[in-house]
């Protein structure tokens, strides 16, 4: 301690640069710190102004604005409101049209989509309703998309009212007018579980997945409900697999369907892990799970659709033979 | 032990504040020095380069998607897209409307339009556009009149493009870009004869004919990385082929499913970090490939941006592309009548 005394007052002239230098440093740094931040945060800042939906928006209120009794106008602007989400300024738009034309059906099915979006199904049902009402027997019945929209939203509403019966007859009149519509044949074939027709709900569900096989887990887990009524467990555990590979568990499906391929749900599996390989840009993978398919059922209209689609014949070796061919004109 | 030992002794055992402070201080010190070193290193690469901070060199090539920063209003059914290396000029071709080339700031200001020149009649349908790297002309194809218009830094009309010999008769250029030479890459979509990929030199001498084996059939963009390896979108084949610097095949991407789909692949740009990126029109989506090492070597997939859709971020029948040196992206969103800046 004694001999530390001396220099307790009197500090050698190096601390103290050394003192000045760290307070001079970390001033340094801060400032510049804040320099960059500031030359960064306004290098990269960007005003993207209004979005395309709010300008739309704006661009109808102008059009109703200048001409209000254009029913065009207000219908592009109820429009725009329901994009915009402001369902009640939708509604009131579609409302003044209805006062002016209440049978105007483009007015009817936009309030009921907006009243359908809100939960009020009754409230929706009833216009669905009016619309098919006014059109069930119109010329182009058989071809008028306005009339399927409304037979399908009235199949999706009945079955979520627990109307079993009524979605099937809605959901296939849907059909009847747009048979590729892979939303209707799901929502068909819940409604045939729910009425207890399974085997039936397989078949709509198989024609859901065959249009939409990727990224909709929803039709995946009605069908191993309806696998489960009909005692088929292996069927299940393709439907869970398959609702694995759709929630991003890849591996997990694959092991899955692994099991299965030479059992009762062979055909299921290979079509399974063809989907898979396809997905993952594994084409020749792919078209090899696909023939072994076709090979066990050959008139599978899955894997004649999904190998017709890779540009494959699937009939015959001949063809097949012919098929990979063609797929390598497509560099696959 | 004696109460004075207790209080005698730490005082005699505590360490000297002095040295301890010192060797405080010097290792803040060190660390603020280096901490001021890094700071103007990261200075200096931003202000040279202009690009965000997650493009620093070792961040960047992680496979990462850009993200959506904004849109440009006011155009009409845009097709192509060219932007300055410094990304201070963009510009977008118009397939309806006046049909003009308009011109914007990086803020997305609109500072003017190209118009070609009035002996060229009034039906003009501006394609694909590219910027001359040397003199920071711009190059404009059009589809009506088989031309390809060129326009000073500063807007004005300065001439026609035009090949050499008896090519200009036949041609019908669609994608154009230019190498760091200063040589133009014209997909040739003409109705008589083979679809091809055409190399022209700055005064118009057809160079080399290229791909007119390879069965191209509407090729849309092209871009040329730094290495001179020309990559095409052979469009209606759902391809995109590659071109080594002599004109010989090299890697291709074709069509496989789910986020690699190519369903009509149109625009395509390279960027400085060797990104290639390829419009879908039918997809609605930008694929990013990371090009490979060896010349003659396939791009290998990283990601993919961009659904169908009206939203922020979303796009209905996107077509040109073009990449600045600041990581910016620009894409042409045709039927929502904007285009879309990206960043990283």
């Given at each position: 301690?004694?001999r530390?005394?001396?220099?307790?007052?009197?500090?050698?002239?190096?601390d103290?640069?050394?003192?000045?230098?760290?307070?001079?440093?970390?001033?340094?740094l801060?400032?510049?710190?804040?320099?960059f931040?500031?030359?960064?945060?306004?290098?990269?800042?960007?005003?993207?102004?209004?979005?395309?939906?709010?300008?739309?928006?704006?661009?109808?209120?102008?059009?109703?604005?200048?001409?209000?009794?254009?029913?065009?106008?207000?219908?592009?602007?109820?429009?725009?409101?329901?994009?915009?989400?402001?369902?009640?300024?939708?509604?009131?738009?579609?409302?003044?049209?209805?006062?002016?034309?209440?049978?105007?059906?483009?007015?009817?099915?936009?309030?009921?989509?907006?009243?359908?979006?809100?939960?009020?199904?009754?409230?929706?049902?009833a216009?669905?309703?009016?619309?098919?009402?006014?059109?069930?027997?119109?010329?182009?019945?058989?071809?008028?998309?306005q009339l399927?929209?409304?037979?399908?939203?009235?199949?999706?509403?009945?079955?979520?009212?627990?109307?079993?019966?009524?979605?099937?007859?809605?959901?296939?009149?849907?059909?009847?007018?747009?048979?590729?519509?892979?939303?209707?044949?799901?929502?068909?074939?819940?409604a045939?579980?729910?009425?207890?027709?399974?085997?039936?709900?397989?078949?709509?569900?198989r024609?859901a997945?065959?249009?939409?096989?990727?990224?909709?887990?929803?039709?995946?887990?009605?069908?191993?409900?309806?696998?489960q009524?009909?005692?088929?467990?292996?069927?299940?555990?393709?439907?869970?697999a398959?609702?694995?590979?759709?929630?991003?568990?890849?591996?997990?499906?694959?092991?899955?369907?692994?099991?299965?391929?030479?059992?009762?749900a062979?055909?299921?599996?290979?079509?399974?892990?063809?989907?898979?390989?396809?997905t993952?840009?594994?084409?020749d993978?792919?078209?090899?799970?696909?023939?072994?398919?076709?090979?066990?059922?050959?008139?599978?209209?899955?894997?004649?659709?999904?190998?017709?689609?890779?540009?494959?014949?699937?009939?015959?070796?001949?063809?097949?033979?012919?098929?990979?061919?063609?797929?390598?004109?497509?560099?696959? | 032990?004696?109460?004075?030992e207790?209080?005698?002794?730490?005082?005699?055992?505590?360490p000297?504040?002095?040295?301890?402070?010192?060797r405080?201080?010097?290792?803040?010190?060190?660390?603020?020095?280096?901490?001021?070193?890094?700071?103007?290193?990261?200075?200096?690469?931003?202000l040279?380069?202009g690009?965000?901070?997650?493009?620093?060199?070792?961040?960047?090539?992680?496979?990462?998607?850009?993200?959506?920063?904004?849109?440009?209003?006011?155009?009409n059914?845009?097709?192509?897209?060219?932007?300055?290396?410094d990304?201070d000029?963009?510009?977008?071709?118009?397939?309806?409307g006046?049909?003009v080339?308009?011109?914007?700031?990086?803020?997305?200001?609109?500072?003017?339009?190209?118009k070609?020149?009035a002996?060229?009649?009034?039906?003009?349908?501006?394609v694909?556009?590219?910027?001359?790297?040397?003199?920071?002309?711009?190059?404009?194809?059009?589809?009506?009149?088989?031309?390809i218009?060129?326009?000073?830094?500063?807007?004005?009309?300065?001439?026609?493009?035009?090949?050499?010999?008896?090519?200009?008769?036949?041609?019908?250029?669609?994608?154009?870009a230019?190498?760091?030479?200063?040589?133009?890459?014209?997909?040739d979509?003409?109705?008589?004869?083979?679809?091809?990929?055409?190399?022209?030199?700055?005064?118009?001498?057809?160079?080399?004919?290229?791909?007119?084996?390879?069965?191209?059939?509407?090729?849309?963009?092209?871009?040329?990385?730094?290495?001179?390896?020309?990559?095409?979108?052979?469009?209606?084949?759902?391809r995109?082929?590659?071109?080594?610097?002599?004109?010989?095949?090299?890697?291709?991407?074709?069509?496989?499913?789910?986020?690699?789909?190519?369903?009509?692949?149109?625009?395509?740009?390279?960027?400085?970090?060797?990104?290639l990126?390829?419009?879908?029109?039918?997809?609605?989506?930008?694929?990013?490939?990371?090009?490979?090492?060896?010349?003659?070597?396939?791009?290998?997939?990283?990601?993919?941006?961009?659904?169908?859709?009206?939203?922020?971020?979303?796009?209905?029948?996107?077509?040109?592309?073009?990449?600045?040196?600041?990581?910016?992206?620009?894409?042409?969103?045709?039927?929502?009548?904007?285009?879309?800046?990206w960043?990283?």
């Open positions: 301690m004694l530390m005394t001396p220099n307790r007052g009197k500090r050698p002239p190096s103290r640069a050394l003192r000045i230098a760290v307070r001079v440093a970390v001033g340094v801060v400032l510049g710190s804040v320099a931040g500031t030359t960064y945060y306004f290098g990269q800042r960007t005003d993207g102004g209004p979005t395309l939906v709010q300008r739309q928006v704006s661009a109808a209120e102008q059009q109703v604005r200048a001409k209000p009794n254009n029913l065009s106008a207000r219908l592009a602007l109820a429009q725009a409101y329901q994009a915009a989400k402001r369902p009640g300024d939708a509604v009131s738009q579609y409302d003044e049209i209805l006062k002016a034309v209440p049978d105007s059906r483009a007015a009817l099915l936009g309030k009921a989509s907006v009243l359908l979006g809100k939960d009020d199904l009754s409230g929706a049902s216009l669905y309703r009016k619309v098919t009402g006014m059109s069930v027997k119109g010329e182009f019945a058989g071809a008028d998309p399927q929209e409304a037979h399908y939203f009235l199949a999706l509403i009945d079955s979520k009212q627990g109307k079993a019966q009524e979605a099937i007859t809605e959901a296939q009149a849907s059909l009847k007018i747009e048979p590729t519509d892979s939303d209707a044949w799901y929502v068909l074939g819940s045939q579980i729910l009425a207890g027709q399974a085997q039936q709900g397989v078949i709509s569900l024609r997945l065959m249009f939409v096989p990727t990224g909709w887990c929803d039709p995946y887990v009605e069908l191993g409900k309806a696998f009524k009909l005692n088929k467990p292996e069927e299940v555990e393709y439907a869970g398959m609702v694995d590979f759709c929630q991003k568990r890849t591996g997990q499906a694959q092991q899955r369907l692994q099991k299965l391929v030479s059992g009762p062979a055909v299921d599996a290979e079509l399974g892990l063809g989907t898979i390989a396809e993952g840009g594994r084409t993978e792919a078209i090899s799970w696909y023939r072994k398919a076709i090979t066990a059922d050959p008139t599978n209209p899955t894997a004649i659709q999904t190998l017709s689609r890779l540009g494959i014949a699937p009939t015959t070796p001949a063809g097949q033979a012919a098929g990979a061919a063609g797929s390598s004109v497509t560099g696959s | 032990m004696a109460i004075e207790i209080f005698t002794e730490p005082a005699v055992e505590q000297e504040p002095q040295p301890e402070g010192r405080r201080r010097i290792v803040v010190l060190s660390v603020a020095i280096t901490l001021i070193a890094l700071l103007v290193a990261l200075t200096t690469w931003y040279r380069t690009k965000p901070l997650s493009q620093l060199p070792g961040l960047g090539q992680n496979g990462q998607p850009p993200h959506y920063l904004f849109s440009v209003y006011g155009v059914k845009p097709l192509g897209v060219a932007v300055s290396p990304g000029r963009i510009y977008v071709s118009e397939s309806t006046d049909r080339v308009k011109v914007f700031d990086r803020t997305g200001a609109a500072k003017g339009t190209l070609p020149p002996d060229s009649g009034t039906n003009h349908a501006p694909y556009i590219a910027v001359n790297p040397r003199t920071q002309d711009v190059y404009v194809s059009d589809r009506t009149t088989a031309a218009y060129v326009y000073g830094r500063d807007g004005a009309y300065r001439r026609t493009f035009r090949p050499k010999g008896d090519l200009g008769a036949q041609w019908a250029p669609l994608g154009v230019f190498d760091s030479y200063g040589r133009l890459y014209v997909t979509v003409r109705s008589t004869g083979a679809h091809r990929l055409l190399v022209l030199t700055p005064d118009g001498a057809l160079e080399r004919s290229v791909g007119e084996s390879a069965g191209l059939t509407f090729p849309n963009g092209v871009a040329v990385d730094s290495r001179g390896v020309v990559s095409v979108a052979d469009s209606n084949n759902s995109v082929l590659m071109f080594d610097r002599d004109g010989k095949p090299g890697g291709r991407l074709v069509s496989e499913s789910g986020d690699t789909a190519l369903g009509i692949p149109r625009g395509v740009a390279v960027d400085d970090s060797n990104r990126y390829v419009v879908d029109l039918a997809n609605h989506a930008v694929r990013i490939y990371k090009i490979a090492d060896a010349v003659t070597g396939t791009p290998q997939y990283m990601a993919s941006f961009g659904t169908e859709g009206t939203g922020d971020g979303a796009f209905e029948y996107p077509n040109g592309v073009a990449a600045d040196s600041r990581a910016r992206l620009y894409i042409t969103d045709r039927e929502n009548n904007r285009l879309q800046v960043s990283y």
